[in-house]
């Protein structure tokens, strides 16, 4: 089991994820930007109704549920995104 502490999670099988959910809101912030521009079915996706009822579901059975997306999925590598994350606006 991946542990789950701040944004960047390694896990055994998908290697680096970005958590969403556990981002600060001005890298969140960026980080939707990211998804918008390079990603945007992805985008759909996280911001529909399904997924959102499907993730809602799993918090009521099992508690907080974090959203993690493979730094390819937003344009990049692990090292790409934590740069543009961290870049000035």
């Known amino acids: 089991m991946p542990e789950v502490t701040g944004p960047l999670v390694r896990t055994a099988r998908a290697g680096v994820q ?29 911001q529909s109704h ?16 974090d959203v993690l997306v493979n730094p390819a999925a937003m344009g990049g590598n692990e090292y790409g995104i934590r740069q543009r994350l961290k870049a000035e606006d």
């Not at 399904?50 to 549920?65: D, I, R, S, Y």
Request: glycine share 2%; proline share 7%.
């Open 50 to 65: 399904a997924f959102n009822t499907v993730k809602q579901q799993l918090e009521n059975t099992f508690g907080p549920v």
């Open 18 to 46: 970005i958590n969403l959910t556990r981002l600060p809101a001005d890298k969140k912030r960026k980080a939707w930007a990211l998804i918008r521009d390079e990603n945007p079915a992805l985008a759909q996706l996280l």
